[in-house]
Structure formats: C-alpha cells, structure tokens
C-alpha cells in the first residue's frame, strides 16, 4: 500500500518561512517525479513545484525565488521550503508522486499566512 504523508503546516506571519515534508512508503522513490500543489478554497488545485527522479526541479511563477523543492531519496522524502510567504499561499499543500506503478497523493497539509 502506498502512503504519502505530510507534515510542516501550520500558521505562519507573512514573510515568514515553513518547510513542508512528504514521507512516501510502498512504491519506489528514487524513480518517482514528486511534485507539491496546493489548492486555496474556491480555486482549482494548482502545481507549485515538481522535482524529476534525477533532481531537476521546475516551479510555478508565482513560488520561483521564494520556494524551494528537493528530496532525499535515502529518507524517501520530499522537502518545500518557503519564503517570504505571502496571504495568497494559502492553501491546503499536496504531495504527489507520479512513476511506472502509479499517480499518488497524499492527504495534504493546510499552510495559513496572516497578513
């Protein structure tokens, strides 16, 4: 069975940081393309960043030089750090992984920014 589970949410002052973590269980992460998206109520879920089985990461406009991907495929687990967050970040942050076996996600973890 897969599991993704997630971590690091909370409330947090705008401008100031969390790190969000994914630990996945039960499929292979060092082949797996991990991916964080986020969903802010009433709009659609959205990608906020993606890092390929090799380390290449890619993110959305509205996260590039403030948020950071990465994974530790030792720890299978995927990291999201963010800065100088903003009210618009928030949302309910999911974790994806995507390989040959399947397309999973995790039950997600809500980011709240005050202004």
Known sequence: QVQLVESGGGLVQAGGSLRLSCVVSGTIFSISTVAWYRQAPGK??????????TGRPNYADSVKGRFTISRDNAKNTVYLQMNSLKPEDLAVYSCN?????????GQGT?????S
Do not use: K, P
């Open 44 to 53: 659609q879920r959205e990608l906020v960043a993606r890092i390929s089985s």
């Open 97 to 105: 992984v995507v390989n040959l076996l399947g397309d999973y996600w």
């Open 110 to 114: 809500q980011v709240t920014v005050s």
